[in-house]
T-cell receptor, first 111, second 115 residues
């Protein structure tokens, strides 16, 4: 069974600081996705990573994928309050036609 | 706005009752996925339909069932409800063919509260 683990589960950081969220998974999939969720809201797609070495950036967020290490990172640069949310990674369990989500990382940016 | 529509947004009902959640996928999407989000279980995949046929099944209870209709909308039926079924139920759809990156587009969710 595919397992997707994120760490940390909770992250409280000050505005202006940098940090990284890690996503480890147990399959050989080369498709990984990052989503953002505000409390009680829908999941918003942030990044789609479709190959080993893929790197995507949007504003203060940058995601990368290392399929050999089965690891993806979501790096936050110079955090601002608007980035406070829960971030999920999800892995395409190839052949099973579904995404398996990680536990989520609740990010709180403190002014 | 993802283009995926879910109704109702909120639902409060009693134990033992039955409810139906409805989802309309994005225009042109043939696949519909249902996920359950609860505090203790996280985001759990329930079931997937593709063009009216069941394609994949996850941790879906026998009390739950789903279907996808010819117009591609889907319904998730939850019966003999228990307190533990209280959760946010999401529907998602994905693009087809060469546009399919596996990315899911989620609706706003239906929040079910069982009292």
């Amino acid at each position: 069974e595919l397992k997707v683990e994120q760490n940390p589960l909770f992250l409280s950081m000050q505005e202006g600081k940098n940090y990284t969220i890690y996503c480890n998974y147990s399959t050989t999939s080369d498709r990984l996705y990052w989503y953002r969720q505000d409390p009680g809201k829908s999941l918003e797609s942030l990044f789609v990573l479709l190959s080993n070495g893929a790197v995507k950036q949007e504003g203060r967020l940058m995601a990368s994928l290392d399929t050999k290490a089965r690891l993806s990172t979501l790096h936050i640069t110079a955090a601002v309050h608007d980035l406070s949310a829960t971030y999920f990674c999800a892995v395409d369990d190839f052949g099973n036609e579904k995404l398996t989500f990680g536990t989520g990382t609740r990010l709180t940016i403190i002014p | 706005d993802s283009g995926v529509t879910q109704t109702p947004k909120h639902l409060i009902t009693a134990t033992g009752q039955r409810v139906t959640l409805r989802c309309s996928p994005r225009s042109g999407d043939l696949s519909v996925y249902w996920y359950q989000q609860s505090l203790d279980q996280g985001l759990q995949f329930l079931i997937q339909y593709y063009n009216g046929e069941e394609r994949a099944k996850g941790n879906i209870l026998e009390r739950f069932s789903a279907q996808q209709f010819p117009d591609l909308h889907s319904e998730l039926n939850l019966s003999s409800l228990e307190l533990g079924d209280s959760a946010l139920y999401f529907c998602a759809s994905s693009a087809q063919g060469s546009f399919n990156t596996g990315e899911l587009f989620f609706g706003e969710g239906s929040r079910l509260t069982v009292l």
